[in-house]
């Protein structure tokens, strides 16, 4: 027996390419499978006859992926972990929040640091992601992200982890995290916000540590 990989239909509310000799393209190449069905997923192609045979870069260097960012704003990978514009977050952070690493003023600087906060006797961090057509609806294309706490700068645990292909965020291991563990709310200019929850109350221990890790591919 055979299966279907992908089914095809033409929708009159999707770009609009027929006999026009241009193609739908994603608009990342970190774009889930699961999103290949929703139309703000693809884009139409700049290059005539369409791009059977390899990718063309959409104009906007962060959605065209690391290296396009990287080489945009005249960095390399080497340079992922220096803070070029010294406002307290690395260059592979600036490419993970969508922000400027040549920019330390808002909403560029240190207003894209995660905020501490409290809620129900748990700490909270907070941070914004930028809204796309990635799965789930926000985050950067070929980057992880994870929430991570402990008592102690060494001993971390993985509270909540969201992948490129990940549609909502999950535990370390995948599965399904407890109901408020994760919030998302609308953010400052077109941002989504993602307020993540401790799981151990304020209470229960005299230290604790929370911090957002990001691992970016490119």
Known sequence: TADSAARFAHESTWQATNGTGYSLQLI????????????DSWTITTQLYGTPDSWVLTGDPHNDGLNAWLAANALTSGDLLLDTDFDGLNNALEFSLNSNPRSATAPNGTDRLPTAGTSGGFTTVAFDLPTTALAGGHGCPGVTYEVQAGSNLTGWITLAKKTPASASWTDAAGGVLPVGTVVLTAGPGGLTRVTVKDSSLISASQRRYMMLSVTVAP
């Not at 990342?28 to 139309?39: L, M, V």
Request: proline letters at 0%.
């Open 28 to 39: 990342s190449n970190a774009t889930g499978i699961e999103d290949f069905g929703d139309r």
